[in-house]
């Protein structure tokens, strides 16, 4: 569709799990779950290993607006910040808050099997992704948009936050 038409040019942005501060009190996000989760105890004996690409929401819609008015930008956009774990998460979190029962080790691939599916994962899921980590180049995104993330730690520490503010944790 974008080929046949000359009006407007057709640019891609792929963001990695999204996290940070919402705008609202919903909690029917991912996100928002696996923080919840975390600072519940729900993984306080470990998380499965593995990295995953993280963004801050506020550079997804960063992202947005320099992709519409960049002239001459083009093409697909990874959109992540940092290469991480759920470890890495808790210990964001409990730098600032100790008290809460976050997990302090990885769990082993075939435990977390065996509970995968008490605590929402499907052992289909663990198979697959468990163990392996997920690593994304965002070195376009940077050039093509003059992309800046916000960083990793801050992310995490600021929707924290929002979610006591909020109430929601």
Known sequence: ?????SRWDLLVINPGFIMGP?????TDSTSIEIMIQLATGKF??????GNMSFVDVRDVA???ILAGF????????????????FLDLANVIRADYPEFPL???FVPKWLFGLIAPMVGF???YVKLNVGFDLVMDNSYIKKDLGMEF?????TIADHFKQLLADGII
């Open 1 to 5: 569709m974008a080929e046949k038409q």
């Open 22 to 26: 919402s705008l609202s009190k919903r």
């Open 44 to 49: 306080k004996t470990g998380v499965p290993s």
């Open 62 to 64: 960063k992202a947005h």
């Open 70 to 85: 960049t002239p001459n930008a083009s093409g697909r956009h990874i959109c992540t910040s940092a290469d991480k774990s």
């Open 103 to 105: 997990p302090k080790k």
């Open 122 to 124: 499907t052992r289909k």
């Open 150 to 154: 916000i960083p990793f730690k801050q």
